[in-house]
């Protein structure tokens, strides 16, 4: 990452558009891929969700066709990474910035993520689409797409410490246990408001939640101290 931040610093002169080739198994902007909408209301949002979907869908297709899936989940992982730096993801939303900048900069992307020549083929085709803004749905969009081909449940653990791999292992089982899936995936995410113990949050879209954390416990506590004090009261 600090080489990527040193060569987005270092782009000051216009440079030479970065030779790219987009392969035949990935759409152009001119098929039937979602254009780039205006609009901040609902009806834009909705309409930039589903252009993630395509976007995400374009891809695992290509993935699925070349027998690369897992490592193209893999790549997506990366770029979830990258784009987390709000000061990647404003510099290709920046529409001052030329085209030529940002197609360098990917190319950085991809040589440090080293990244599949397709996952690269398809950050530039989003450069030149001008939906690069939507990266980081379309990576929640390929994730699901991907556990939805894979058989795969989503869990996503929080905790105050790094769990080790024999605690994620047992999480995973059990999650297994619960939804019947085929695979269980385990994304680890440190949260220090939970003060200890950890969350599990998994179903569709994470709609089901396992509060193991001592924060729960100490809303439950508070919860009754004050139901006391209301039944004392009365």
Request: hydrophobic fraction near 45%.
């Amino acid at each position: 990452m600090a080489s990527l931040q040193q060569t987005m610093l270092s782009l000051q002169s216009k440079l030479p558009p970065s030779s790219f080739h987009i392969g035949g198994s990935l759409p152009m902007r001119k098929t039937a891929l979602p254009l780039r909408t205006r609009g901040g209301n609902a009806a834009g949002a909705r309409m930039s969700a589903t252009a993630a979907g395509s976007y995400a869908m374009a891809l695992a297709d290509v993935a699925k066709r070349n027998d690369t899936l897992e490592l193209t989940s893999a790549d997506v992982e990366k770029l979830e990474k990258v784009f987390s730096d709000p000061q990647v993801l404003n510099f290709f939303a920046n529409p001052t910035v030329e085209l030529e900048k940002k197609r360098l900069v990917i190319d950085e992307i991809v040589k440090s993520s080293a990244l599949q020549s397709h996952t690269s083929n398809f950050l530039n085709i989003l450069v030149d689409a001008n939906r690069i803004n939507i990266v980081r749905d379309i990576v929640k969009e390929f994730e699901m797409v991907y556990n939805k081909i894979t058989d795969t449940q989503l869990a996503e653990v929080r905790s105050v410490v790094k769990l080790e791999p024999p605690q994620l292992a047992q999480i995973a089982k059990q999650v297994q246990k619960l939804t019947g899936a085929k695979n269980v995936r385990v994304k680890t995410v440190l949260d220090p408001s939970l003060v200890a113990g950890f969350t599990i949050r998994y179903g569709d879209s994470g709609s089901k939640l396992i509060d193991m954390s001592v924060k729960k416990q100490l809303e439950d506590i508070a919860a009754q101290l004050e139901l006391g004090e209301i039944q004392l009261a009365a």
